[in-house]
């Protein structure tokens, strides 16, 4: 982002460098630039959002148990909050422990919520998935809706099946996982 503001810099120093002061970090260029705000650490923008993000876990939530009325605890939610930004800091190898002020998730007590590769399965967005089905579904090829149909019957069978796609690049395997 640095790059696409500081135009014409030549070096890591040259997009450091603004209106002629060089700082010692790019988030001190961001903050010159009023791009970041100081206070913006972790936890403030934590604070800041806590609201809108629960509402976005309860709703999801609500979707994905198939029941609206579904009532949690403003603790529970938070915490699925924080576990779900521990999902995407774990996908970068990060962590919530690393920022002092942060509240820690705790574990659910259903212990695949430990495991973010689960958690994140639980946590698809259904109403959209199936938007997307709708629409591209139809364009798929002969060998991707054979795959696509084998894979949705072990599902709807509730069938255990592990499923290794294979084929040459550019053969359609990330369009069908998508
Ligand atoms: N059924 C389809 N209809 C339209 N476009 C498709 C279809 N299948 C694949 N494509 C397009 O073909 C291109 C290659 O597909 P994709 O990236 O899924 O291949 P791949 O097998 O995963 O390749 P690689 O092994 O190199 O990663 C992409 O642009 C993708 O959007």
Same mark, same amino acid.
């Given at each position: 982002?640095?790059?696409?503001?500081?135009?014409? +810099?030549? +070096?890591?120093?040259?997009?450091?460098?603004?209106?002629?002061?060089?700082?010692?970090?790019?988030?001190?260029?961001?903050?010159? !630039?009023?791009?970041?705000? $100081?206070? $913006?650490?972790?936890?403030?923008?934590?604070?800041?959002?806590?609201? +809108?993000?629960?509402?976005?876990?309860?709703?999801?939530?609500?979707?994905?148990?198939?029941?609206?009325?579904?009532?949690?605890?403003?603790?529970?939610?938070?915490?699925?909050?924080?576990?779900?930004?521990? +999902?995407?800091?774990?996908?970068?190898?990060?962590?919530?422990?690393?920022? !002092?002020?942060?509240?820690?998730?705790?574990?659910?007590?259903?212990? $695949?919520?430990?495991?973010?590769?689960?958690?994140e $399965?639980q946590q698809?967005?259904?109403?959209? !998935?199936?938007?997307?089905?709708?629409?591209?579904?139809?364009?798929?090829?002969?060998?991707?809706?054979?795959?696509?149909?084998?894979?949705?019957?072990?599902?709807?069978?509730?069938?255990?099946?592990?499923?290794?796609?294979?084929?040459?690049?550019?053969?359609?395997?990330?369009?069908?996982?998508?």
């Amino acid at each position: 982002m640095l790059l696409s503001v500081v135009v014409g +810099s030549t +070096s890591f120093e040259d997009i450091r460098t603004i209106n002629g002061i060089t700082y010692h970090s790019f988030r001190e260029a961001y903050i010159a !630039l009023n791009l970041l705000q $100081e206070d $913006e650490e972790p936890e403030t923008l934590w604070e800041k959002h806590i609201y +809108s993000l629960c509402d976005d876990i309860l709703f999801q939530t609500c979707c994905n148990t198939r029941n609206m009325a579904l009532e949690l605890r403003d603790t529970d939610i938070q915490n699925r909050a924080l576990l779900h930004l521990q +999902s995407i800091l774990n996908k970068h190898e990060r962590c919530l422990e690393e920022f !002092l002020y942060m509240s820690i998730p705790i574990a659910d007590t259903n212990t $695949e919520q430990d495991n973010y590769l689960i958690r994140e $399965e639980q946590q698809y967005n259904i109403e959209e !998935l199936a938007e997307i089905i709708e629409k591209e579904l139809p364009c798929l090829n002969v060998d991707q809706r054979a795959i696509f149909d084998e894979v949705i019957a072990a599902i709807e069978t509730k069938t255990p099946a592990v499923f290794f796609v294979d084929g040459p690049g550019g053969t359609g395997k990330t369009f069908l996982y998508k």
